[in-house]
Nanobody, 121 residues
């Protein structure tokens, strides 16, 4: 079984920074693409950033130049460094893992429980 656990959310003033972390637990052998999504009240969940096993990244236009996604494959962890936060960044942020190979086989499209990011003065 594979679980994703996010941390690092909180309240920050506009222009501030937060770093989100997502750890995949279980006897994991490999993880394909990992990503961060967000969902604000009344809106659809949207991709914020993704990163492949080899480190190729993809960002939503709204966060380019402000957010940086990275991963530590040895620790089965993905990070999202968020700088210059804006009120419109306020949402629940969810970690997602693509195809995961673990001791029990394979599992695809696993989600974390989410962590809340609030941006307000």
């Amino acid at each position: 079984q594979v679980r994703l656990v996010e941390s690092g959310g909180g309240l920050v003033q506009p222009g501030g920074s937060l770093r989100l972390s997502c750890v995949a637990s279980g006897t994991i052998l490999s993880i394909n693409t990992m990503g961060w999504y967000r969902q604000a009240p009344g809106k659809q969940r949207e991709l914020v950033a993704s990163i492949s096993t080899g480190g190729v990244t993809n960002y939503a236009d709204s966060v380019k130049g402000r957010f940086t996604i990275s991963r530590d494959n040895a620790k089965n962890t993905v990070y999202l460094q968020m700088n210059s936060l804006k009120p419109e960044d306020m949402a629940f942020y969810y970690c997602n893992a693509g195809l995961v190979r673990y001791s029990g086989g394979y599992v695809d499209n696993t989600w974390g429980q989410g962590t809340q990011v609030a941006v307000s003065s």
